[in-house]
């Protein structure tokens, strides 16, 4: 069965062969002059259930509300459940639909429950109000049968609300919602506030509970969603900007905004996470909501509204069409005279996002690194950035594009002090004054961990240590603000307390600013640990290539295989000698 999820009114409507349970058009909510929904529309058909995932006040629970006619704001548009407009339903009629038909599980427990009501009085209280509509058996033996098939223990039956673990009252607002066998069930943050073992239990719960019935999951814990859903909507300042099958949607998001919220989610199989979204939700009126903390924002960002569009499995609102290839190298390849150095090697690099490049010496990495950068000739093959193929390197792609080489004193000149070279690009740029430059050098400087006093400032290559040049190449390639950085090993010379804190920064520019950063490396932990995705060469050939966590854990080519093993020996080996 295919569920039909329309959340714009302009997309083109998908044939589903089931009747839709409910059907949303238009609905806007407003609490006083604060718009919370703007234009949701939505249809949702049986046994297909959608989740509902974004930051705290984008409209979830608003919209849940909505659903139940339970909004207290302004409220607008048609909601119509079984052909039935619930928006136009008299008070009496909507209180029978409410927990007969529609139930809900509220997100806050304390409020829901009454505190003067025992757990087994409170589920019967609300089968009683619907009783006419109950199976025909003895309404106690229903209310026992529902208990047990919550899992709340016998002994629990006859408690307080305040007598009762977190997950006891979970199980309790589960019965209360499913006592009466709703067609359609709202689950609001169903696993809020509970421990890893109680979280699985209520998640396997909820399984059973909504087969063979519409379910809406309203979440912000996406690992809920994920095991929960087959479609997934992404919602923010009251409208949906991502819709699509849950397993593709949150595996490979579209939008940066969805994205970001990945990123922010904790993940035990996942290196790189807690990576945030920069800004915070603004409510504005014109353009699209989230262009004031969008990376990769354009002139019509600030002036319309996106629509929602694509196809019937995967939506987006975004009139960049989501998050924008930076880099792609098409079946390059490179020789050093008869010597075929890389071959038919294929990436991409997405706005914002790391691409960790792994392989032994000699596999072909610096010389692909040269490559983009224009310091090797290709002998085939297309280099594309922002989707415009590149030709000889001029001063504009060297003012998006830097690269932190292996060796530092590649990109120092040692005639030039710190100050010199360091400024070197900005100066060839022609960005600023003399005074804005050396600003600018004593920001980034302070950036790469350096002192930017005038003594540091006026010495040599010759005079620093080995993580110090390091550190003055990496400031130098940082000078600029590229869009794009190529870091070959940009790490390796400095110590473990430092690298940290380099790496950090490159996170959080990137967060911040959508660098996207090509990091080439020999060490497989710290590739884990900073890339969003892999690529593995060998011989000049990519071998294999996907998301980081995907390949860390399941490799399937054999290279890929020895190189992880060899890395978790070397680990092994480091933990025996720190303990």
């Not at 007969?100 to 829901?112: D, K, L, W």
């Not at 509970?209 to 690992?223: F, K």
């Not at 880099?327 to 294929?346: A, P």
């Not at 010759?462 to 950085?485: D, F, K, N, Y």
Request: glycine share 8%; charged share 25%; with cysteine.
């Amino acid at each position: 069965m295919n569920a039909k999820v329309n959340f714009n009114q302009n997309m083109v409507a998908e044939h589903v062969t089931d009747q839709p349970v409910l059907q949303i058009r238009g609905l806007k909510v407003n609490y006083g002059e604060k718009s919370i929904l703007q234009g949701i529309d939505l249809e949702l058909t049986p046994d297909q259930p959608l989740a509902v995932i974004g930051e705290s006040g984008a409209g979830k629970t608003t919209l849940g509300l909505s659903i139940l006619g339970l909004s207290r704001g302004q409220v607008s548009g048609e909601i119509a459940f079984k052909n039935r407009d619930i928006l136009a339903l008299p008070l009496n009629e909507l209180q029978k639909l409410r927990g007969r038909e529609i139930a809900m599980v509220f997100q806050s427990m304390a409020n829901a429950l009454n505190p003067v009501l025992k757990v087994k009085d409170q589920v019967a209280e609300a089968a009683q109000v619907h009783k006419s509509f109950l199976p025909k058996k003895n309404m106690a033996q229903w209310v026992e049968d529902v208990l047990v098939s919550v899992e709340l223990d016998r002994d629990k039956w006859s408690a307080f609300p305040h007598q009762l673990s977190g997950g006891a009252k979970q199980r309790a607002l589960i019965a209360i919602a499913m006592v009466n066998s709703p067609d359609l069930l709202i689950l609001d943050e169903p696993t809020a506030l509970q421990d890893p073992l109680t979280t699985a239990t209520i998640i396997r719960l909820l399984k059973k509970s909504i087969q063979g019935r519409s379910a809406i999951i309203i979440t912000h814990d996406l690992s809920v969603a994920a095991q929960l859903s087959h479609w997934t909507a992404v919602l923010y300042e009251g409208r949906v900007i991502e819709y699509g099958r849950s397993r593709e949607l949150l595996q490979k998001p579209r939008h940066p905004y969805t994205r970001g919220l990945i990123r922010s989610f904790p993940d035990m199989m996942r290196g790189k996470d807690l990576q945030g979204i920069p800004g915070r939700s603004e409510w504005l009126q014109d353009g699209c909501s989230f262009q004031p903390r969008c990376t990769q924002s354009i002139s019509i960002c600030k002036d319309r509204q996106p629509i929602l569009q694509g196809d019937k499995r995967h939506l987006i609102a975004c009139h960049r069409g989501g998050v924008i290839p930076l880099l792609e190298c098409r079946n390059i390849s490179t020789s050093f005279g008869s010597t075929k150095v890389l071959q038919d090697v294929s990436c991409i690099l997405a706005e914002g996002e790391t691409l960790a490049l792994i392989g032994e010496s000699g596999s072909g990495k610096t010389t692909l690194a040269r490559t983009i950068m224009g310091l090797v000739h290709e002998d085939g093959g297309e280099i594309l950035l922002e989707g415009k193929t590149v030709g000889k390197r001029d001063k504009n792609f060297y003012n998006r594009v830097q690269m932190i080489c292996q060796n530092p004193m590649e990109s120092i000149n040692p005639g030039m002090n710190v100050l010199q070279a360091v400024g070197e690009p900005l100066a060839i740029q022609k960005i600023g004054r003399s005074a804005d430059r050396d600003d600018q050098v004593r920001k980034v400087l302070n950036a790469a961990e350096l002192p930017n006093n005038k003594i540091f400032l006026q010495s040599y290559p010759h005079h620093m240590s080995g993580g110090e040049a390091q550190r003055v190449a990496i400031a130098r390639a940082l000078a600029l603000e590229p869009r794009l950085l190529i870091a070959d090993e940009p790490t390796s010379a400095l110590d473990p307390s430092v690298q940290e804190k380099i790496i950090r920064y490159l996170l959080n520019l990137q967060e911040k600013k959508g660098l996207a950063l090509l990091f080439i490396s020999h060490d497989i932990a710290l590739a884990r640990k900073v890339s969003d995705r892999m690529a593995v060469i060998r011989n000049g050939r990519i071998v294999e290539t996907g998301q980081t966590s995907k390949i860390i854990t399941h490799p399937r080519h054999p290279y890929t295989r020895a190189l992880l093993e060899i890395a978790a020996a070397g680990s092994m080996c480091s933990m025996r000698l720190k303990s």
